[in-house]
């Protein structure tokens, strides 16, 4: 009887120190959980263990093989650090430089103009049958003007910003900052909205450059 206990005890041990050897190790443990940069900055974020670094969106933020974060453009996104164990997350928020001017509220193009009234919140100057034009709310923005078909109840389907020429580098980093940018026509895209957009520039005006707003398709 003294035997089959011993056995036993023998066997449990047993047991019990291959669990302890199997037993699975922490996640990967980071020196921060959210970072805040501008376009533009990096940080290094360090971690515990040999990882691979990803990002769930490289057009807000990129992250490279040792941890280093470079800001991309405007919004929030998480890079992450993965290994056998298990993996851990940090969030990247990408704050703007610059906010040179309020855009127009290109969600609402392809609907009734009735609900963009009830939405746009800056002053109306003037109204005719294809277009309505709002007072801009910063000195050098002259006015916010969007264009719609006629009819009962007429649709939206792009907007104009016309902005003193003195401010045409700061418009320009303001949307490097927040769009993605086609040199071969100097354009700006939103692939990222609904409806997608497309950005477009008219320097033609004496006083002012025309920034038009309009749907689009991505290629």
Not at 11 to 21: K, Q
Not at 133 to 145: L, T
Not at 157 to 173: C, G, L
Request: net charge negative; with cysteine.
């Amino acid at each position: 009887m003294l035997m089959k206990r011993m056995l036993l005890l023998a066997v449990l041990a047993g047991i019990a120190a291959g669990t302890a050897g199997c037993k699975q190790q922490d996640a990967p443990k980071l020196d921060r959980q959210a970072v805040r940069l501008y376009v533009g900055d990096q940080v290094r974020i360090t971690v515990d263990r040999p990882v691979a670094w990803s990002a769930a969106d490289d057009f807000y933020a990129t992250v490279d093989a040792d941890g280093t974060v470079t800001a991309r453009h405007v919004g929030t996104t998480t890079v992450t650090a993965t290994a056998d164990s298990g993996s851990a997350a940090c969030t990247v928020e990408v704050q703007p430089r610059y906010d040179t001017f309020e855009e127009p509220l290109y969600e609402l193009f392809g609907q009734p103009l009735s609900v963009l009234k009830k939405a746009e919140t800056r002053e109306i100057l003037e109204e005719n049958d294809t277009s309505i034009f709002y007072k801009g709310e910063r000195p050098y923005i002259a006015k916010v003007q969007y264009r719609f078909d006629k009819g009962e109840d007429p649709v939206v389907f792009y907007a104009n910003i016309f902005i003193e020429k003195s401010y045409k580098e700061e418009m320009r980093n303001f949307f490097f900052e927040r769009y993605e940018y086609d040199g071969s026509n100097d354009c700006f895209y939103n692939f990222r909205s609904i409806p997608p957009i497309m950005i477009a520039f008219d320097e033609t005006e004496p006083e002012y450059i025309v920034v038009t707003y309009f749907q689009t398709h991505k290629l």
